[in-house]
């Protein structure tokens, strides 16, 4: 499985406090973990966008939501008015978020 795709691995994900992503992460062979990862530290605003690897994307943010199962393709979407946009912008949160032992890993 490519890095990523946290949401194979995990369950009852979840946001809490509109920033922070929550998990029951599968540690192989030994169950599950809990994980949190603040998605603050791994996205930010630019120009009404999500940007991975950028910073503090709550502080500029308005109408979260967040979908842990969307579409046919089920994955995790997180949904916001970003300063400086016009429209609601989303991102997969599953194209850079992986389960790693347990944990909850951004990677760029």
Known sequence: MPFGDFQK???????????????????????????????????????????????????????????PDEGVAHVPVLRADLDGGSKQSNVNLGERIGNVNGHLVFRW
């Open 9 to 67: 691995s995990s369950k009852d994900i979840q946001l809490l406090s509109e920033h922070i992503l929550a998990a029951e992460c599968e540690v192989p062979g030994s169950g599950y973990n809990h994980s949190e990862m603040d998605l603050d530290n791994c996205l930010g605003d630019d120009n009404g966008n999500f940007q991975w690897g950028g910073r503090n994307f709550h502080s500029h943010a308005h109408n979260i939501i967040f979908h």
